[in-house]
């Protein structure tokens, strides 16, 4: 099993930028490939960025490159999101996903789930 404990979210005006943490806990936390989704009211969930085992390769959503990084930190079993230039589209519940193969499949195949942390873009 592996525990996901997402951080960082919170109520920002557009144009502004928040850092969400995720801490992780239980397995070996440099096995996993780890991402970032996100859920808005009424939508399904989508993925927003991933990062390999390694850290040496990311991927990204069209709509967020360029404003969003992600990394992780392997000594500390933590992953975070970089968000800048926030807009009020980007407003969701954020989770951090894990999985031991891909996290580019799609949420229904991602191992496991953090419990999210809410993000509120104000125009």
């Known amino acids: 099993q592996v525990q996901l404990v997402e951080s960082g979210g919170g109520l920002v005006q557009a144009g502004g930028s928040l850092r969400l943490s995720c801490a992780a806990s239980g397995r070996t936390f440099s096995n996993y490939h780890m991402a970032w989704f996100r859920q808005a009211p009424g939508n399904e969930r989508e993925f927003v960025a991933g990062?390999?085992?390694?850290?040496?390769?990311?991927y990204y959503e069209d709509s967020v490159k360029g404003r969003f990084t992600i990394s992780r930190d392997n000594a500390k079993n933590t992953v975070f999101l970089q968000m800048n230039s926030l807009k009020p589209e980007d407003t969701a519940v954020y989770y951090c996903?894990?999985?031991?193969?891909?996290?580019?499949?799609?949420?229904?195949?991602?191992?496991?789930w953090g419990k999210g942390t809410l993000v509120t873009v104000s125009s």
């Open positions: 990062i390999s085992r390694s850290g040496s390769s990311t």
């Open positions: 996903a894990a999985d031991r193969w891909t996290v580019l499949a799609g949420p229904q195949n991602i191992d496991y």
